[in-house]
T-cell receptor
Framework: EDKVVQSPLSLVVHEGDTVTLNCSYE??????LLWYKQEKKAPTFLFML??SGIEKKSGRLSSILDKKELFSILNITATQTGDSAIYLC???????????WGLGTSLAVNP | EAQVTQNPRYLITVTGKKLTVTCSQN?????MSWYRQDPGLGLRQIYY???????DKGDVPEGYKVSRKEKRNFPLILESPSPNQTSLYFC???????????FGQGTRLTVV
């Protein structure tokens, strides 16, 4: 059965800290891995990583994909209170291009 | 503005009263999905559609129906809602199912 596992489930840090969020997966016919940020309501897209793009960076956020070891990490440097959210990892797999979601990491950044 | 629009945003209804949650996207996306999100269970796919008139079950389809008569619309139908369908629902779309998924604002449904 396809699965995506995120760790830790919850994290509390102080402003300015650097955090690393983990996502491991076991799926059939991997297509891509996506990271989302969910605050009050709908998830918003951060990154998509594929075989041809295994490292992405945007400002203080960066992500890498290790297709051999079947995991990805999301790094946030110099965290701010606005980074407080649930971070979701999803893997797109199979002929039906289904997104398989992890349960998320809840990040709280304290001032 | 490119977006996915769900309506209503909030709905409280009684057991057994049929309801429809609408979803519309203006990005000409082929692939659309419905999810429900529950604490501790994450996002679970209800139904998906890879194109017009093509729909298929996701992981938790029981008690739901969908239709895809037009590319832009993908309504979710609860014929006889029950309290265990109380949840936060999201519609999402993507281009051919190969790109990022864009989410609607969500519909908070309570069935009493």
């Amino acid at each position: 059965e396809d699965k995506v596992v995120q760790s830790p489930l919850s994290l509390v840090v102080h402003e300015g800290d650097t955090v690393t969020l983990n996502c491991s997966y076991e799926v059939t016919n991997f297509r891509s891995l996506l990271w989302y940020k969910q605050e009050k309501k709908a998830p918003t897209f951060l990154f998509m990583l594929t075989s041809s793009g295994i490292e992405k960076k945007s400002g203080r956020l960066s992500s890498i994909l290790d297709k051999k070891e079947l995991f990805s990490i999301l790094n946030i440097t110099a965290t701010q209170t606005g980074d407080s959210a649930i971070y979701l990892c999803a893997v797109r797999a199979g002929n039906n291009r289904k997104l398989i979601w992890g349960l998320g990491t809840s990040l709280a950044v304290n001032p | 503005e490119a977006q996915v629009t769900q309506n209503p945003r909030y709905l409280i209804t009684v057991t057994g009263k049929k309801l429809t949650v609408t979803c519309s996207q203006n990005m000409n996306h082929e692939y659309m999905s419905w999810y429900r999100q529950d604490p501790g269970l994450g996002l679970r796919q209800i139904y998906y559609s890879m194109n017009v008139e093509v729909t298929d079950k996701g992981d938790v389809p029981e008690g739901y129906k969908v239709s895809r008569k037009e590319k832009r619309n993908f309504p979710l139908i609860l014929e006889s809602p029950s309290p265990n369908q109380t949840s936060l629902y999201f519609c999402a779309s993507s281009y051919r199912g190969d790109t990022e998924a864009f989410f609607g604002q969500g519909t908070r449904l309570t069935v009493v």
